[in-house]
C-alpha cells in the first residue's frame, strides 16, 4: 500500500483545510517544490497535488507550481485535482509530467464527461468521491448530491477509471481517524483500486488500512498528520511495504 503525501495549493502555498472550508486555513509553507523534495526524500513514490484555488473557481489556479514538481521530479507520480473540468487541462497536465488527473465535482454533475475522458487519455483519469454519510459532495464540498457513493463508483469503473479516490470529508484534517468500515465497504463494490482519504492521524490508522489492503485499498492519502507530526511518513511507509511483503 502506498502512502502518498498531500500538497494542498492555495494562493501558491502548502496549506492544510478543515473540512474543505477555504477559511479555516494552516499555512505549512511558501514552498510547495521544497514540501515535494522532502517528501520525496523521505521516499514517497506518489504525491497527491490539490489546487484548491482551483477546486472553487473550475479551473486551474496553482497550474504554475504544479508543473514545477514534476519538472523537479520526472520520476515521481504525481495525482493532481482542483479545477479539472476539460480535456485541454488533462493534455496541458499529462504534458507536464503529471500521471494523473482526478476528476470530482465534474464527474458528479456531468457523468459522460469521464467516459469521454477515459477513452481519450486511457490509463490516467482518477475520480474523486468525497462523501458525507453515503452521499458524494461537490463544488469544493460545499453541496451535498443526492448520489449514492457506491452506485457511482460502479459507474465510474464501467466507464475506465484507473482508482476511486475515497474521502470522507466530516473527517478531512480533523484527525479523528480514518473511516476504514466506509472504505472498505467501497473497495469490496468495486475491482478497480481504491484510495483512502480523510482523517489520517496516525500509525493505528495505516496498521488499520494495512490490515484491509487486501480488499483493494491500494493507497491512503495524509496530509495534516505528517505536517503536524502525529504520522511520521518514512516509518508509515516502511510498515505499509513490510505488510505488503
Given amino acids: 500500500m502506498l502512502i502518498i503525501p498531500a500538497i494542498d495549493l492555495k494562493d501558491g502555498k502548502c496549506v492544510r483545510l478543515r473540512q474543505g472550508r477555504m477559511?479555516?486555513?494552516?499555512?505549512?509553507?511558501?514552498?510547495p517544490v521544497a514540501i515535494a523534495a522532502k517528501w520525496v526524500e523521505a521516499g514517497a513514490?506518489?504525491?497527491?497535488i490539490v489546487d484548491l484555488n482551483g477546486a472553487f473557481e473550475g479551473r486551474p489556479v496553482n497550474?504554475?507550481?504544479?508543473?514545477?514538481?514534476?519538472?523537479?521530479y520526472p520520476d515521481l507520480s504525481i495525482q493532481?485535482?482542483?479545477g479539472i473540468r476539460d480535456e485541454d487541462t488533462i493534455?496541458?497536465?499529462?504534458d507536464a509530467g503529471v500521471q494523473y488527473v482526478i476528476i470530482g465535482t465534474k464527474a458528479v454533475s456531468t457523468p459522460h464527461f469521464v467516459?469521454?475522458?477515459?477513452?481519450?487519455?486511457?490509463?490516467?483519469?482518477?475520480?474523486?468521491?468525497?462523501?458525507k454519510d453515503g452521499k458524494v459532495a461537490i463544488d469544493g464540498w460545499s453541496k451535498l448530491s443526492k448520489h449514492d457513493v457506491i452506485d457511482l463508483a460502479q459507474h465510474f469503473e464501467n466507464d475506465g477509471v484507473e482508482a476511486i479516490i475515497y474521502t470522507d470529508i466530516g473527517r478531512d484534517g480533523m484527525m479523528s481517524g480514518v473511516n476504514v468500515e466506509a472504505t472498505v465497504k467501497l473497495a469490496q463494490a468495486v475491482r478497480i483500486p481504491v484510495i483512502a482519504s480523510g482523517g489520517i492521524t496516525n500509525m493505528d490508522?495505516?496498521?488499520?488500512?494495512?490490515a484491509v489492503a487486501d480488499e483493494g485499498i491500494m493507497g491512503a492519502i495524509t496530509g495534516r498528520a505528517i505536517y503536524e507530526g502525529t504520522l511520521d511518513f518514512a516509518e508509515a511507509q516502511k510498515y505499509a511495504d513490510e505488510q505488503n511483503g
Fill in 23 to 31: 477559511e479555516d486555513e494552516t499555512i505549512f509553507s511558501d514552498d
Fill in 45 to 48: 513514490r506518489r504525491l497527491h
Fill in 63 to 72: 497550474a504554475e507550481v504544479v508543473h514545477a514538481i514534476a519538472e523537479a
Fill in 80 to 82: 493532481i485535482g482542483g
Fill in 91 to 94: 493534455q496541458t497536465y499529462l
Fill in 115 to 131: 467516459n469521454e475522458i477515459c477513452l481519450e487519455f486511457p490509463g490516467h483519469i482518477i475520480v474523486g468521491l468525497d462523501a
Fill in 205 to 210: 490508522d495505516i496498521k488499520k488500512l494495512c
